[in-house]
């Protein structure tokens, strides 16, 4: 069956308006989609969408994560093996952080890692034949807000197709949320969601208002914020 963009779609359907040999513009496909010469056919439930200028993705909602090379995901470490530390990331196996993956780290300059640290991570390696591999440093090798995140911050985990929404320049959340409220958050592709605020309080309501923004459309999201400002209010 040959499908369009916004329509809903099944593995095998065939994808038509994509032009692969376009000179104007680089298609890029996101997840849910293969190619397989110059067709494009779809592996998973979910909508066809389209971000400009060629990016085309089934959005579906997933929470098993399926790492792909250089998103950036929240994980937590769980052991220490030799030079390398293991790290859930929601996949169908841990990834691997390398000591030297970190800004300025060196054999004698080693970073204070212990089990149970969350971090803010690159997915260096990603492939279904390799263990994922991450690093803590950009391609200039400066951190960049990557790294080891907090001791006292909150980890949850939510939909893929929230994160996708919630990273959508066009989503007002975190803007209008921050007009009230100080908070640090780090936004995993993996559905993983860290996040600090100035009380145990604020953090939980900054969470559910996340996680209630996978059912609110943005016109909808000043009342969201309003509601959770009340609750705040009724708790102090």
């Given amino acids: 069956m040959e499908v369009n963009k916004g ?22 496909l996101g997840p849910g989609l293969r190619r397989d010469d110059d067709a494009i056919f779809v592996c998973k439930v979910g909508i066809l969408k389209k971000r400009e200028p060629a990016v085309y993705y089934v959005d579906s ?3 098993r994560y399926i790492p792909s090379r250089g998103e950036s995901v929240v994980g937590i470490v769980t052991q220490k093996a030799g030079d390398i530390y293991k790290v859930d990331i929601g996949a169908s196996e841990q990834a691997s952080l390398s000591y030297l993956a970190f800004e300025g780290a060196t054999k004698k300059n080693r970073p204070d890692i212990q089990a149970g640290d969350v971090v803010f991570a690159k997915l260096l390696i990603a492939s279904k034949d390799m ?16 790294g080891v995140l ?8 939510c939909s893929l197709s929230l994160v996708r929404k919630l990273l959508n320049p066009e989503c007002p959340l975190f803007k209008l949320l921050g007009k009230n409220q100080k908070y640090e958050l ?7 969601i860290w ?9 939980i309501a900054v969470a559910n208002a996340i996680l209630a923004a996978e059912y609110t459309i943005p016109t909808e999201m000043n009342k969201l914020c309003a509601k959770i400002e009340k609750a705040l209010l009724f708790v102090a």
């Fill in 7 to 28: 329509d809903v779609v099944l593995p095998g359907d065939r994808v038509k308006d994509i032009t692969l040999n376009n000179e104007k513009e680089i298609v890029i």
């Fill in 61 to 63: 909602y997933q929470k």
């Fill in 131 to 146: 263990e994922p591999e991450l690093v803590c440093v950009d391609s200039q090798g400066k951190e960049n807000d990557l």
């Fill in 150 to 157: 907090g001791t006292d911050g909150m980890v949850f985990t």
């Fill in 186 to 192: 780090a936004v995993g592709m993996n559905g993983k």
């Fill in 195 to 203: 996040i600090k605020a100035r009380s145990v309080q604020e953090t």
